[in-house]
């Protein structure tokens, strides 16, 4: 479709779900929500609907040409005429010369030229191309070591997608955002091209969790090896193997610092840390539980507890209470 006339026959603002007098934020907002709903990479991708959005956002994201296409739709789906570089409604309709709409005068020159095919009487002028924003999805691991893979961004030259390649940095952040410059919208009238922004969702790990360039890992441990302290085997990330001194008396819960062992960036690298977690058995042989009822007669559990709650009177707790608990 012809630009000039999309903008009197499309609403773009009823295509990002917002109205005409939306703040600048109100429309980045609805328009990222959109743009990650129907992207052709999601499960529920629509590549029809995310150019629609794309195509919306290109012009009412950007403050020069949401001006001139709030102008335009102001003065009606006139069309652009030969008259003397204005807009025209038809034959023996009204004319409104560029020159007369002031600065818009100079937007809607350049955008359109002055309906020969020409620039205004200014010349045209360079305008930068619109930001393009996009989502991708990747694995814990790749998120730690970094990876090259491609996003596909609308093509506004073949109406299409094209793909881009991006180079994600180790230790990028869940939600963090990578400039790509010069890989947005083309510039007119020999602009700069915009730059594109990929978000990046990093997918949760099994085992490992991250805390800025350190890697976290919970460890079981047993009882006696928490109360007589232990050497215990944890395996990195890299699949290396760190032997965890336990002292002795280490309560549930203790994290311990592996140096060196974690995310490997530019600006430096980060630790392992580990946490242990004592493991309390739920199936006893009999054996087992008559230890654990004599160590319970001679063991003074209660140190290291505050005297209020030893002393304080517990609260009744009905059957379905302490189930509750337990799950």
């Not at 991708?45 to 150019?51: A, I, M, P, Q, V």
């Not at 001194?245 to 062992?261: C, E, L, Q, Y």
Request: glycine share 14%.
């Amino acid at each position: 479709m012809d630009p000039r006339r999309e903008w009197f026959e499309t609403d773009y603002y009823a295509a990002l779900g917002v109205s005409p007098d939306a703040s600048d934020k109100e429309i980045t907002k609805a328009y990222r929500k959109l743009a990650r709903k129907h992207h052709p990479d999601s499960s529920a991708g629509n590549e029809e609907r995310f150019k629609q959005i794309s195509a919306a956002y290109d012009v009412v994201g950007d403050t020069e040409k949401r001006a001139a296409y709030d102008e335009a739709r102001r003065l009606g789906p006139a069309g652009f005429g030969p008259q003397m570089g204005g807009f025209a409604s038809g034959p023996g309709g009204f004319s409104i010369r560029i020159e007369d709409l002031g600065d818009l005068g100079g937007i809607f020159g350049n955008l359109f030229g002055d309906g020969r095919g020409r620039a205004g009487r200014s010349g045209p002028m360079p305008m930068r191309g619109h930001d393009l924003e996009t989502r991708i999805g990747i694995s814990f691991r790749d998120a730690v070591e970094g990876v090259v893979t491609e996003v596909a961004v609308p093509d506004s030259t073949s109406g299409g997608m094209r793909k881009v390649k991006v180079r994600i940095p180790a230790g990028v952040d869940d939600n963090g955002r990578i400039r790509l410059a010069g890989k947005g919208s083309p510039g007119a009238g020999g602009g700069p091209n915009g730059d594109l922004f990929v978000v990046v969702d990093v997918a949760p790990d099994a085992d490992f969790g991250r805390d800025g360039r350190n890697l976290t890992i919970s460890v079981p441990i047993t009882y006696p090896e928490a109360v007589f302290g232990a050497d215990v085997r944890v395996l990195d990330f890299s699949g290396d193997s760190v032997t965890l001194r336990i002292p002795p008396g280490t309560p549930s819960g203790k994290t311990f610092r592996v140096r060196g062992r974690g995310i490997a960036t530019r600006r430096g690298t980060g630790d392992l840390l580990v946490s242990v977690e004592i493991v309390v058995p739920t199936k006893l042989s009999s054996a087992e539980q008559a230890a654990i009822e004599a160590l319970r007669d001679v063991a003074d559990f209660t140190e290291g507890t505050s005297r209020r709650q030893r002393d304080a009177e517990p609260e009744p707790a009905t059957l379905a209470d302490a189930a509750g608990a337990q799950r």
